[in-house]
């Protein structure tokens, strides 16, 4: 991809993207993450109208209602800078940058949140959190590792299709087919959560148990699966957890 | 009982800026359960409770998303405050970290989740008020205000959150001479519940993990470490 034609320094773009990390500092109730995009596009609005008037203007249009997952944020951020170039120049009228706006963040919050929140996030979490038994504490930087290799490389790209490709950004953003990868990322948050149950239960059993080994495991192991099905029916997770904590106690305190 | 104040005024550090990691500023996932509970554990000198309890935890909140507009539990807080009570404990019994330890500050603080929710949507309303503040001062010509406003959203974060984590991390002394008071059967009991609640949150992990057939690769996973540790296990006793 050739780099934008945009009247902007370099520095002013890597501004506008340092600024977008903050998008959420002010998150509110009325204009959700209005503050945050206003703050990021500031430094190339400064630069795009030296006339006061018309720099208040183009603020004040960042001022208003504006929510979309924080990372996928970044393509916005940079579609808005390159649509406000073309505001400057007389290429299109400010109306199109709102609507550019209004039209892509809801699509893009559902992506986001598919994608990282509901997909990327449990996976990365589960497979470290199943190989702190085999790694110990550095599971801990694995976890980094792996979700900010995507987490960052994505955020950086995003914002340089944004700024690229404005409007198009779009159909890049639909190549990346990210639903079919978050799907992919699901089944192994459930396999290794799985996996880690079944390790934590069969290791217990073998500490504790003596003779009694193959029992206890295979009660840690069925309190597991009874606690599945209870929360698949609405049972609040720390009614289960107390639970499990209490029948654990007892068989402690008793056996 | 001595209060090692250093702790307390780490813990509530640490606390304080993972919170802001969380939602105002990058979301790197310092503040993930696993990662601020093993680095609290870090700080205060006791890794193995930080990273016991941020498994535990960070399998029990894993489901949960901050979709929308919508609050959930604050995970964060949960993690921070319970590693830095379970740290503080260790370090007032004096003896090693122990599963009866990671257990007992578990059940007792595992509920700063909700705690947390609560703290989140109290500081909505000032943030509110940050956003009026920017379009008074879009409209009066004041941009540089205005768009400042965003930054001043921050603070009541980090002063209510690290305040709150050094609060557990005192918690953690008071709570030793309950712990030395317990009968040795119940102190056994504490150490098995460990085990059993962390199998029970990696099963509510892998029903949180949205996955569309949950219990099909749950329980493939599950089949297959439990074939291999029995196989190593046997190859062991041969």
């Given at each position: 991809?050739?780099?934008?034609?945009?009247?902007?320094?370099?520095?002013?773009?890597?501004?506008?993207?340092?600024?977008?990390?903050?998008?959420?500092?002010?998150?509110?109730p009325?204009?959700?993450?209005?503050?945050?995009?206003?703050?990021?596009?500031?430094?190339?609005?400064?630069?795009?109208?030296?006339?006061?008037?018309?720099?208040?203007?183009?603020?004040r249009?960042?001022?208003?209602?504006?929510?979309?997952?924080?990372?996928?944020?970044?393509?916005?951020?940079?579609?808005?800078?390159?649509?406000?170039v073309?505001i400057?120049?007389?290429?299109?009228?400010?109306?199109?940058?709102?609507?550019?706006?209004?039209?892509?963040?809801?699509?893009?919050?559902?992506?986001?949140?598919?994608?990282?929140?509901?997909?990327?996030?449990?996976?990365?979490?589960?497979?470290?959190?199943?190989?702190?038994?085999?790694?110990?504490?550095?599971?801990?930087p694995?976890?980094?590792?792996?979700?900010?290799?995507?987490?960052?490389?994505?955020?950086?790209?995003?914002?340089?299709?944004?700024?690229?490709?404005?409007?198009?950004?779009?159909?890049?953003?639909?190549?990346?087919?990210?639903?079919?990868?978050?799907?992919?990322?699901?089944?192994?948050?459930?396999?290794?959560?799985?996996?880690?149950?079944?390790?934590?239960?069969?290791?217990?059993?073998?500490?504790?148990?003596?003779?009694?080994?193959?029992?206890?495991?295979?009660?840690?192991?069925?309190?597991?699966?009874?606690?599945?099905?209870?929360?698949?029916?609405?049972?609040?997770?720390?009614?289960?957890?107390?639970?499990?904590?209490?029948?654990?106690?007892?068989?402690?305190?008793?056996? | 009982?001595?209060?090692?104040?250093?702790?307390?005024?780490?813990?509530?550090?640490?606390?304080?800026?993972?919170?802001l990691?969380?939602?105002?500023?990058?979301?790197?996932?310092?503040?993930?359960?696993?990662?601020?509970?093993?680095?609290?554990?870090?700080?205060?000198?006791?890794?193995?409770?930080?990273?016991?309890?941020?498994l535990?935890?960070?399998?029990?909140?894993?489901?949960?998303?901050?979709?929308?507009?919508?609050?959930?539990?604050?995970?964060?807080?949960?993690?921070?405050?319970?590693?830095?009570?379970?740290?503080?404990?260790?370090?007032?019994?004096?003896?090693?970290?122990?599963?009866?330890?990671?257990?007992?500050?578990?059940l007792?603080?595992?509920?700063?989740?909700?705690?947390?929710?609560r703290?989140?949507?109290?500081l909505?309303?000032?943030?509110?008020?940050?956003?009026?503040v920017?379009?008074?001062?879009?409209?009066?010509?004041?941009?540089?205000?205005?768009?400042?406003?965003?930054?001043?959203?921050?603070?009541?974060?980090?002063?209510?959150?690290?305040?709150?984590?050094?609060?557990?991390?005192?918690?953690?002394?008071?709570?030793?001479?309950?712990?030395?008071?317990?009968?040795?059967?119940?102190v056994?009991?504490?150490?098995?519940?460990?085990?059993?609640?962390?199998s029970?949150?990696?099963?509510?992990?892998?029903?949180?993990?949205?996955?569309?057939?949950?219990?099909?690769?749950?329980?493939?996973?599950?089949?297959?470490v439990?074939?291999?540790?029995?196989?190593?296990?046997?190859?062991?006793?041969?």
């Amino acid at each position: 991809m050739s780099a934008p034609d945009l009247p902007l320094p370099p520095w002013v773009l890597v501004r506008v993207f340092l600024r977008s990390l903050f998008l959420q500092a002010s998150w509110n109730p009325k204009g959700m993450q209005n503050l945050g995009l206003a703050y990021s596009v500031f430094p190339a609005l400064e630069h795009l109208y030296p006339d006061r008037a018309a720099r208040e203007e183009a603020v004040r249009r960042h001022l208003v209602f504006f929510n979309t997952h924080p990372y996928v944020a970044a393509a916005i951020v940079g579609g808005v800078v390159n649509h406000e170039v073309r505001i400057a120049r007389g290429e299109e009228t400010p109306d199109k940058v709102v609507a550019f706006k209004a039209a892509l963040m809801g699509p893009l919050a559902a992506l986001g949140d598919g994608f990282f929140w509901l997909s990327l996030k449990p996976a990365v979490g589960a497979v470290s959190a199943a190989m702190v038994p085999l790694l110990g504490v550095w599971a801990v930087p694995l976890f980094l590792v792996l979700y900010n290799l995507v987490h960052v490389l994505l955020r950086v790209r995003l914002y340089w299709l944004g700024l690229s490709l404005g409007d198009r950004l779009v159909e890049a953003v639909a190549r990346a087919n990210l639903p079919s990868r978050g799907a992919k990322l699901r089944a192994v948050a459930a396999t290794s959560a799985g996996g880690l149950a079944a390790w934590l239960s069969v290791s217990f059993g073998t500490n504790a148990g003596g003779v009694r080994a193959p029992l206890l495991a295979a009660g840690c192991l069925a309190l597991g699966v009874a606690s599945y099905v209870l929360v698949s029916r609405r049972v609040p997770n720390y009614v289960v957890l107390y639970l499990a904590a209490g029948l654990a106690c007892a068989a402690g305190a008793f056996l | 009982m001595s209060v090692v104040w250093t702790q307390v005024a780490l813990a509530g550090l640490w606390g304080g800026l993972v919170a802001l990691e969380r939602k105002a500023f990058l979301q790197a996932m310092l503040s993930r359960p696993l990662v601020a509970a093993t680095i609290m554990g870090l700080l205060l000198g006791d890794v193995p409770s930080g990273l016991s309890v941020g498994l535990l935890l960070e399998l029990f909140f894993l489901g949960t998303a901050n979709l929308g507009a919508a609050l959930p539990e604050n995970d964060t807080l949960a993690a921070t405050g319970t590693s830095a009570a379970a740290a503080t404990l260790t370090t007032a019994t004096g003896a090693g970290s122990t599963p009866a330890i990671w257990s007992l500050a578990v059940l007792l603080f595992i509920g700063l989740g909700r705690v947390g929710r609560r703290g989140d949507r109290l500081l909505e309303g000032y943030t509110a008020r940050l956003a009026r503040v920017a379009l008074a001062s879009a409209e009066a010509g004041n941009l540089t205000r205005a768009v400042r406003q965003n930054l001043w959203g921050m603070w009541p974060h980090f002063v209510l959150y690290g305040c709150l984590t050094s609060l557990c991390a005192l918690a953690g002394f008071f709570v030793e001479p309950l712990l030395q008071a317990l009968p040795p059967p119940v102190v056994r009991g504490l150490a098995w519940a460990w085990p059993a609640m962390a199998s029970v949150s990696a099963s509510l992990a892998a029903q949180g993990s949205h996955a569309r057939r949950a219990p099909l690769y749950a329980a493939l996973g599950a089949a297959a470490v439990t074939v291999a540790v029995v196989l190593l296990l046997l190859q062991e006793h041969r």
